[in-house]
């Protein structure tokens, strides 16, 4: 089993940068896939990306070449540097994982077996 706790979020002007952190426990964290998914007040929680325990990388559309996710399994951490931050990216963001070495639709929710309590980002204009 494994437990996630995110950090990292906050306050910060339109066109700032924030890294999100989301440290793990457990020995096999490097047996899990993990991914970062937000929601915005009165919305469903969407995909912003994921890396699998091969180091890939998959991004949704709308935070290619501002986001960048990776991953530090010594120190069972995985990170999420958003940079030219917008208003609309203003939600909790979450960490999710799943014991997978191959995992398919990244995408989804369903995916993952395990969710942090998430962290909040809020962007100002």
């Known amino acids: 089993q494994v437990q996630l706790v995110e950090s990292g979020g906050g306050l910060v002007q339109a066109g700032g940068s924030l890294r999100l952190s989301c440290a793990a426990s457990g020995r096999t964290f490097s047996l899990y896939a993990v991914g970062w998914f937000r929601q915005a007040p009165g919305k469903e929680r969407e995909f912003i990306a994921a890396?699998?325990?091969?180091?890939?990388?998959y991004y949704a559309d709308l935070v290619k070449g501002r986001f960048t996710i990776s991953r530090d399994n010594a120190k069972n951490m995985v990170y999420l540097q958003m940079n030219s931050l917008k208003p609309e990216d203003t939600a909790v963001y979450f960490c999710?994982?799943?014991?997978?070495?191959?995992?398919?639709?990244?995408?989804?929710?369903?995916?993952?077996?395990?969710w942090g309590q998430g962290t909040q980002v809020t962007v100002s204009s």
């Open positions: 890396v699998s325990v091969n180091l890939n990388t």
């Open positions: 999710a994982a799943v014991r997978t070495s191959l995992i398919v639709t990244p995408a989804r929710t369903d995916q993952y077996d395990y």
